[in-house]
Every structure is written in structure tokens, then in C-alpha cells.
């Protein structure tokens, strides 16, 4: 027996202003995702086939035509407010919120109502299906666990970043070096300076916190030519060459 009302179309209504309402004043990537999920995978979908008139034979069509429109929205979506520059989480809450009313008003005035199919009877669970469903949750299940491990092992844009500045101008005689540790954990590292290709400057020990900077001014001779100031980085731990930086400093 299926369902004639439009009580569908003003929950979607009710959940899409709520959608909105939670990206507007929060930041809480959980709350955004309860909200925001089935808008973006399903509702704005079948508030759409809804508008349009669009018919199924059964539920789970219904369903799966309401996810291709709901991905076809989202496609759309980000056309537009790529072409508008406002592809922010507030854009797309607005966007799919704009759907889904928009959508719902024009079937209210077509007096469109919800004809819906119901679910069809569920059929006797066999052992095969059981063991379908275990193979499908233990892969799952696995691919994820991999997943999370790769992401913590992972450390893309998380490293210690290293630089050497000359004088500003012909005739200074003072390099700028840095050292900053953007990795999560704590550094030690040992920094040598050479100048010509001789040593210059040796610093040991250098212990840098997650998020710490280090910097020093280093006073050069200036000569008649210009010479090449190489530093270089290791680790104290393996004394192994982490990062290497260069400069010219001018001559007089």
C-alpha cells in the first residue's frame, strides 16, 4: 500500500533548514555529517523525482533512482557555485536547501502527491547469505583498518622545513638560517655551515618541539667575490643528511 501524502516533502524541508542551521553556526564535522549525508545521498534526490513526476514500480527503485538524482544534484551544485566562487560547506547547505524547498513547492503546486510503493516482502535468510554478509563485513572491515593504519603512517605536508637567507644587500655580512619542526613529534638535529666549501659554523643538539622555530644570524666575512654558503641538516639520532640549503652571499 503506498503512501498518499506530502508529509515527506516537509520533513525534507524541516531537515534541509536544519542542515543549514547546523553549518551556519558550528563547525562540528559530526553534526554536519548526520545533517548533511543523507541530504547529499538521498532526500534532495527523491524530493526531486517528486517535482518531476517520476514514477517507480517499487521501493528499492525508487531508492536507487532517488540516489542518482541526489548525485546528479550534487553535480549541478558544484557547477554553480564553482561558477559563483562560494564552493564552501554554507554554499552547498544553501544550495541543496534551495533544491529541496524549490522542488517541494512546485509539486505542492502541481498537487503532486506521493504515491510510493511499498517495501517488498522480505524473503527467508539462507545460510549462504549469511556467510555473504560475514565475507562482505570482514572485508570491510579490513580495507578500513588498512585505511586508518596508511593515514597515521602517512605524514604528507608534516615535515621540518629549512632555509638559509642571504645578506639583503651587497656589502652586509650577516646569513639568516631556520629551522622549523612541523612533524608531530620532537626533533634533534645537528646543523653545519660551510662557506667555500670549508666549515664555517657548527651548532649541536638542536632540540626543536612540534611547532617550534629556530633561527640565527650568522656573521660572514665579505670579499672582493662572491662566495657560497652551504648548510646542512642531520639528525642527531642516525647523523644521517635530513635537509641541505644554500646561498650566495655577495661580494663587495
Known amino acids: 500500500m503506498g503512501i498518499h501524502s506530502n508529509k515527506d516533502l516537509s520533513a525534507a524541508?524541516?531537515?534541509?533548514?536544519?542542515?543549514?542551521?547546523?553549518?551556519?553556526?558550528t563547525d562540528s564535522t559530526l553534526l554536519r555529517t548526520i545533517l548533511g549525508g543523507p541530504m547529499v545521498l538521498l532526500i534532495s534526490g527523491h524530493v526531486v523525482l517528486r517535482a518531476f513526476g517520476v514514477r517507480s514500480?517499487?521501493?528499492?527503485?525508487?531508492?536507487?533512482?532517488?540516489?542518482?538524482?541526489?548525485?546528479?544534484?550534487?553535480?549541478?551544485?558544484?557547477?554553480?557555485?564553482?561558477?559563483?566562487?562560494?564552493?564552501?560547506?554554507?554554499?552547498?547547505?544553501?544550495?541543496?536547501?534551495?533544491?529541496?524547498?524549490?522542488?517541494?513547492?512546485?509539486?505542492?503546486?502541481?498537487?503532486?502527491?506521493?504515491?510510493?510503493?511499498?517495501?517488498?516482502?522480505?524473503?527467508?535468510?539462507?545460510?549462504?547469505?549469511?556467510?555473504?554478509?560475514?565475507?562482505?563485513?570482514?572485508?570491510?572491515?579490513?580495507?578500513?583498518?588498512?585505511?586508518?593504519?596508511?593515514?597515521?603512517d602517512q605524514q604528507q605536508f608534516k615535515y621540518v622545513e629549512f632555509w638559509m637567507l642571504p645578506p639583503v644587500n651587497a656589502g652586509t655580512d650577516r646569513l639568516t638560517i631556520?629551522?622549523?619542526?612541523?612533524?608531530?613529534?620532537?626533533?634533534?638535529?645537528?646543523?653545519?655551515?660551510?662557506?667555500?666549501?670549508?666549515?664555517?659554523?657548527?651548532?649541536?643538539?638542536?632540540?626543536?618541539?612540534?611547532?617550534?622555530?629556530w633561527t640565527r644570524e650568522i656573521p660572514v666575512p665579505v670579499q672582493s667575490t662572491a662566495q657560497k654558503a652551504e648548510a646542512r641538516l642531520y639528525r642527531q639520532d642516525d647523523n644521517r643528511l635530513y635537509r641541505s640549503v644554500s646561498a650566495l652571499v655577495p661580494g663587495t
Open 13 to 25: 524541508c524541516a531537515w534541509a533548514t536544519a542542515m543549514v542551521a547546523v553549518v551556519a553556526v
Open 57 to 152: 514500480t517499487s521501493l528499492p527503485e525508487h531508492l536507487a533512482y532517488a540516489v542518482g538524482a541526489s548525485l546528479a544534484t550534487g553535480i549541478a551544485g558544484g557547477l554553480v557555485l564553482n561558477a559563483l566562487d562560494i564552493l564552501t560547506p554554507l554554499g552547498w547547505a544553501a544550495w541543496f536547501w534551495i533544491v529541496t524547498v524549490g522542488a517541494s513547492l512546485l509539486t505542492t503546486i502541481r498537487h503532486e502527491d506521493s504515491d510510493l510503493p511499498s517495501w517488498p516482502r522480505p524473503t527467508g535468510l539462507r545460510l549462504w547469505h549469511g556467510i555473504t554478509f560475514a565475507i562482505a563485513v570482514l572485508i570491510t572491515t579490513g580495507a578500513y583498518a588498512l585505511a586508518v593504519r596508511d593515514e597515521a
Open 178 to 213: 631556520g629551522v622549523r619542526n612541523a612533524e608531530p613529534k620532537t626533533e634533534r638535529f645537528n646543523l653545519e655551515v660551510t662557506l667555500s666549501g670549508r666549515p664555517f659554523a657548527i651548532f649541536r643538539s638542536l632540540t626543536l618541539a612540534p611547532g617550534d622555530t
